[in-house]
């Protein structure tokens, strides 16, 4: 940018040794006049400018041409905010969220980042585990800049304390997201948070350090207790010293706890005996037992449930849940092949959850009736994953294929299924629209090639590699739970015209590979990759990806 250039339809170029050529240079066009010449700024940043008697972008009000920067991408933006002084101010006052490298040389740049972008209000600060991060100081600053902040990410900023985010959360009181991780503050920064920030709506918190097992003060409720709707707890030490706040939140709507250490019965079993709102609950690897789901069943208005490696439920929880929660949309069940729940909880979701349009079932050892219990009672059940299991056949896989009139989209993996199985689906389920088969080693690939031919319209995914032994595990929520309520980061390589050639916003990979030994000695809290994200991943076609630009 910077050197002269023509609009389409111009066929004369100045001559770049003419001295005058920052002067006006006019060519003659049938309609109209086009003048090239380029500006260099007091502080040597190069901008180039293109101006016409007709140029109508040049006649745009600000607000058109913010809106246009919007559409935008964030390298798009970057290249537009070089094309004149005026389209530098107005794509800087335009971007409202911001990605910035969190280190601790982030603070001697933050006057000129800030009076750039004086219109943030989503704002993800990162900083590298091998990197000192910003201080109290920096974010303090941070947090003067922009009171109009709405949504804040913090990750792996170990240099702030509860000092640092209690003044934070008293300047940015319009807060409605926050979200942090792999952070050395407390209870008492994340309180001052809580009762400053009267509008939060979304909270996620991820390997706080400052609350451990030692912990005498509880987490919340606050002034946010009214306005929360979701709560998500990721590899906690002391989960449960949010109690408060997750029992006070009264409109809570989506709650989930992963990998949280400490005793959630008695969490579950305090929101039970209030009224509640819940929709969402997600389970996953949590010292929770049978008298935790009786809790759940308390849920009226529950629709989602995931519960994933749970070793201490049984039947009799699910039954309890299938009972009373007769809203029930989406069921995941990961038993971790414990035998603990089977056809007896499955038998009961099937005869009291005529709702459900989603279930997967991961070391969950069936046979036909229980699968056949669900299959017709359940008329709306449309995506289907089996996975793991010792019994499902043939014979299982054929009561689907005859039972589920309504199914679309079926995932089999690991099942001791064959092509004899696989074939009813040549006739079977009429609205199937794709069909996933991993690591069955008695389905061929031209039984995959027959069933393509046989249903054109069919989506066949067939992987008949070996089953691995660990291959199995999964979790419902790794991976992709936490974007769920994050907001996403804003890709941006450099700003350095704007900040006097400092590199201070880039675009950074999630440091959050550091996992305390801990956890991976109790309760095998870590391990393999999502498999239920995995199945239905791309199966999904509501998501939208986000605008980095707007």
């Known amino acids: 940018m910077g050197q002269s250039s023509s609009i389409p339809g111009s066929t004369h170029r100045p001559s770049p040794t003419n001295p005058t050529h920052h002067h006006h ?11 090239y010449y380029s500006m260099t700024d007091p502080d040597g940043y190069q901008c180039g400018n293109i101006g016409t008697v007709d140029d109508y972008i040049s006649e745009l009000p600000d607000e058109c041409l913010a809106s246009i920067f919007h559409f935008l991408s964030s390298g798009d933006r970057k290249n537009a905010s070089l094309v004149s002084k005026h389209w530098l101010k107005i794509e ?20 000129s980042l800030f009076s750039r972008f004086d219109a943030v209000t989503k704002l993800a600060l990162r900083c590298d585990r091998r990197s000192v991060s910003l201080d109290d100081d920096a974010l303090t600053l941070i947090s003067l800049r922009c009171k109009n902040l709405t949504r804040l990410k913090l990750r792996a900023c170990r240099e702030l304390t509860d000092s640092g985010m209690a003044a934070f959360a008293r300047n940015c009181k319009n807060l409605k997201k926050f979200s942090c991780g792999s952070c050395a503050f407390g209870v008492k920064g994340m309180n001052a948070v809580l009762d400053h920030c009267a509008s939060l709506e979304e909270l996620s918190v991820k390997r706080l350090r400052g609350v451990n097992d030692a912990v005498e003060a509880p987490v919340g409720p606050g002034l946010a207790a009214s306005s929360l ?25 989506t709650l989930k706890l992963l990998r ?12 039970g005996r209030r009224k509640n709102c819940l929709v969402e609950v997600h389970l996953e690897r949590l010292q929770v037992t049978d008298a935790g789901l009786m809790a759940v069943s308390g849920f009226p ?33 990961d038993g971790w092949r414990t035998n603990r729940i089977g056809n007896e909880g499955l038998i009961s979701i099937g005869k009291h959850c005529g709702n459900l349009q989603e279930l997967v079932l991961i070391g969950v050892n069936l046979n036909a009736g229980s699968l056949e219990a669900v299959a017709t009672n359940c008329q709306r059940l449309e995506r289907l994953a089996l996975c793991g299991s010792e019994t499902i056949g043939d014979a299982e896989i054929s009561c689907v294929a005859s039972k589920c009139v309504a199914l679309k989209k079926l995932c089999i993996k690991g099942c001791p299924v064959t092509d004899q199985g696989i ?49 199995l595990d999964a979790s419902a929520s790794d991976g992709a739970q936490e974007d769920g309520v994050e907001f996403p980061p804003m890709v941006m390589s450099q700003v350095s015209g704007a900040i006097g050639g400092a590199s201070a916003a880039v675009d950074i990979p999630s440091s959050s590979n550091w996992r305390p030994s801990i956890f991976r000695s109790r309760l095998g809290l870590f391990g393999g990759r999502s498999l239920v994200a995995c199945t239905f991943r791309r199966w999904s076609n509501g998501g939208s990806g986000s605008n980095d630009s707007s």
């Open 301 to 333: 208005d529950l629709e989602i449930l995931h519960l994933v490696k749970t070793p201490e439920c049984t039947n009799s929880g699910i039954v309890c849940v299938a009972e009373h929660c007769k809203l029930l949309r989406k069921l995941h069940i």
């Open 229 to 253: 709707r979701t709560i998500c707890l990721k590899e906690l030490y002391n989960g449960p010293s949010f109690g408060p706040l997750i029992v006070g939140a009264k409109n809570l709507k």
């Open 423 to 471: 074939e009813a689906f040549a006739w079977g389920c009429p609205n199937l629209v794709k069909i996933k088969v991993k690591k069955c080693r008695g389905v061929t690939s031209d039984l995959a090639d027959w069933l393509r031919v046989r249903r054109g319209s069919l989506m066949v995914n067939l992987d008949v590699c070996e089953v691995e032994a660990d291959g």
């Open 92 to 111: 800087g006052q335009s971007r409202h969220r911001l990605s910035l490298n969190a280190q601790s040389n982030l603070l001697v740049q933050i006057p």
């Open 25 to 35: 240079h006019r060519t003659t066009t049938p309609r109209s006049e086009t003048y």
């Open 260 to 271: 949280c250490l400490g005793d959630w019965d008695k969490v579950l079993e305090d929101i």
